[in-house]
């Protein structure tokens, strides 16, 4: 007998879905007992939901981990993939019984077509992973039958929604054959055969950089709910940090996303950045950090410059180091995003060191990286770190850390 209401479970299981993130921080512990506990009441959830029969149950709870391995690094893996796959079977529940409700929502008001949209891109990115998959002859037979169903599903959804898209997103159109002929990003991504996997690349790029664009211009104010001149220049800063060569196509692309998202940005490459006469330029980076509210701080791959300015303290740091001890010394939030590469490897580095074994990373540019990212982990507050894929999944994360925050 079935004792759980869907709605009630649906909210339930999207509060544990957000665990996730700090589960898979625990790798260091693959034996943690968090995770049981975490796992033991998902599996309680759906049971009382759908039942112990049901295909719901059988797709979470079919989920085992497999691997033996020896090591602490592979371990580590093992953990972290384990808790990915458990993370997948629940959104693709969640997805699955969620979407009545937003289909029914999609005439309430302008708020709901934005979680209607919301949705779609989430779905939308699940199904150019499969389609990239399936391009590159590592499709599962399980997997084709989920491209085929989801494939059905978006096509019918764009539908209703191509009208918003277009409204608030542009139009989706991207120039193939060097730049001979254009077509439309969707109704291309649903006729994915007859392209090659990069140009079927370029096409799902310009797709979800159109998604991002229309739900970042529905979360602006209606025309008749104009800012007053007040709330406008109240409006929340972001300074966007990183270093710069390694990272400047996703500075491109996070400048064009932060103000869709209602906020001012604060970044060196707008002429606007202040440059005051007589000063390094390390410390004309650090003179614009007290004047955001939020720094939004992104690590890859490389240490950076180290700083050069007049502050002796901040000496044998690199320039983005400097800026975050300012933040953190002006009580600035702090949202971190770094790569899963490096983060990976930091904890593989870290067991080696603690076991005085001294390794070269493979991605990581400098071993200083690691004690980066260290330092702001053991801060007292805004130590949380989201760990990134890609720039989509970059700018997925930083829209829902960011929409978090009240814009004035």
């Not at 918003?164 to 193939?176: A, D, F, H, R, T």
């Not at 990069?198 to 025309?223: F, S, Y």
Request: hydrophobic share 40%; net charge neutral.
């Amino acid at each position: 007998m079935l004792n759980m209401n869907i709605l009630t479970a649906l909210a339930l299981l999207k509060r544990l879905l957000d665990d996730v993130p700090r589960l898979k921080r625990l790798a260091s512990n693959p034996k943690n007992e968090e995770l049981p506990t975490w796992d033991n009441e998902v599996r309680r959830i759906i049971k009382e939901t759908f039942g112990l029969d049901s295909k719901e149950y059988a797709r979470y709870g079919g989920i085992i981990l497999l691997k033996r391995v020896k090591s602490q690094a592979d371990k580590e893996q093992a953990y972290i993939d384990h808790v990915s796959q458990l993370e997948k079977a629940l959104k693709d529940i969640i997805q699955e019984h969620d979407l009545p409700a937003k289909v029914e929502a999609h005439t309430d008001g302008r708020g709901n077509i934005k979680a209607e949209l919301e949705h779609f891109y989430d779905d939308f990115i699940r199904y150019r992973e499969l389609v990239m998959a399936k391009k590159g002859g590592s499709l599962t037979s399980k997997q084709e039958s989920e491209l085929q169903t989801l494939s059905v599903q978006l096509q019918r959804r764009y539908g209703s929604l191509k009208e918003v898209i277009e409204k608030y997103g542009g139009p989706s159109v991207v120039p193939l054959q060097g730049g001979n002929r254009e077509y439309e990003a969707f109704s291309s991504a649903f006729n994915y055969t007859i392209f090659s996997p990069g140009a079927l690349t370029a096409v799902m790029d310009t797709a979800i950089t159109t998604l991002n664009a229309a739900i970042g211009n529905l979360e602006k104010p209606l025309e008749p709910e104009r800012l007053s001149i007040a709330e406008v220049l109240n409006k929340k800063k972001v300074f966007l940090g990183s270093t710069s060569n390694d990272l400047k196509d996703v500075r491109a692309e996070l400048r064009q996303l932060i103000p869709a998202l209602g906020f001012k940005l604060i970044c060196f490459e707008d002429p606007s950045f202040k440059k005051l006469p007589g000063k390094h330029a390390h410390d004309m980076c650090l003179d614009n950090v007290p004047d955001c509210d939020i720094y939004v701080l992104i690590i890859d791959e490389r240490f950076g410059e180290e700083y050069a300015g007049s502050d002796p303290n901040l000496k044998g740091k690199s320039i983005t180091w400097a800026e975050v001890e300012v933040a953190l010394r002006e009580t600035r939030v702090i949202c971190t995003f770094v790569r899963k590469e490096v983060w990976n490897e930091k904890a593989t580095y870290s067991w080696n060191m603690k076991k005085k074994i001294e390794i070269e990373p493979f991605y990581a540019k400098d071993k200083r990286v690691f004690q980066f990212i260290e330092y702001i982990a053991t801060q007292s507050k805004d130590n949380w770190i989201d760990q990134f894929q890609d720039v989509v999944e970059l700018k997925e994360l930083i829209r829902k850390r960011l929409g978090m925050l009240p814009l004035t």
